[in-house]
């Protein structure tokens, strides 16, 4: 009487692998996407973070803190009441790490990365892309718009 060996052949666990394969690589740029989505999204948040401490400062103060005369920093810390300290500067600039832009909004090609820079223009905050990233981010919003 022969003994029944217990296990998977070599054929049925290379079949198992080959489908894996296949199902990630339809798989993995869909994250890809999904994650610079989030990335991206994480700087429009913080992007209304300040703008809503600039107005909840406005509305304790009666007046905006001194755009003209300042810089990122100084309206780092007179804002820091209302956003706590976490926003790092680099070398005297506000700046973030996007997930991906677009040289056009309805284009496919993606560029992977990079950050954006949050500066102060008449009274606001806006986003300014550095030479890194592109115009447009993945959604087919222009940066400096939103």
């Given amino acids: 009487m022969r ?28 994250v890809r996407d999904y ?6 999204s994480k700087v429009i948040n913080a992007l209304q973070s300040l ?6 400062y406005y509305l304790e103060n009666g007046n905006y803190p001194m755009f003209e005369q300042s810089n990122i920093t100084t309206i780092l810390v007179v804002l820091e009441k209302y956003i706590g300290n976490k ?11 996007v997930g991906g832009s677009k040289e056009m909004a309805d284009s496919k090609d993606i560029k992977y990365g990079g950050k ?4 102060i ?3 606001d905050f ?21």
């Fill in 3 to 30: 003994k029944k060996i217990k296990g998977f052949s070599v054929i049925e666990i290379v079949l198992v692998l080959g489908v894996i394969g296949i199902l990630s690589s339809f798989i993995a740029p869909k």
């Fill in 35 to 40: 994650l610079a989505m989030a990335k991206d």
């Fill in 126 to 146: 806006i986003l300014k892309p550095t030479d890194e990233i592109y115009k447009f981010n993945l959604r087919g919003d222009e940066w400096s718009k939103l």
């Fill in 87 to 97: 926003f790092q500067l680099t070398n005297g600039e506000l700046l973030l790490d």
């Fill in 121 to 123: 223009e008449n009274n």
């Fill in 51 to 56: 703008r809503m401490a600039n107005e909840t």
């Fill in 116 to 119: 954006i820079k949050i500066e």
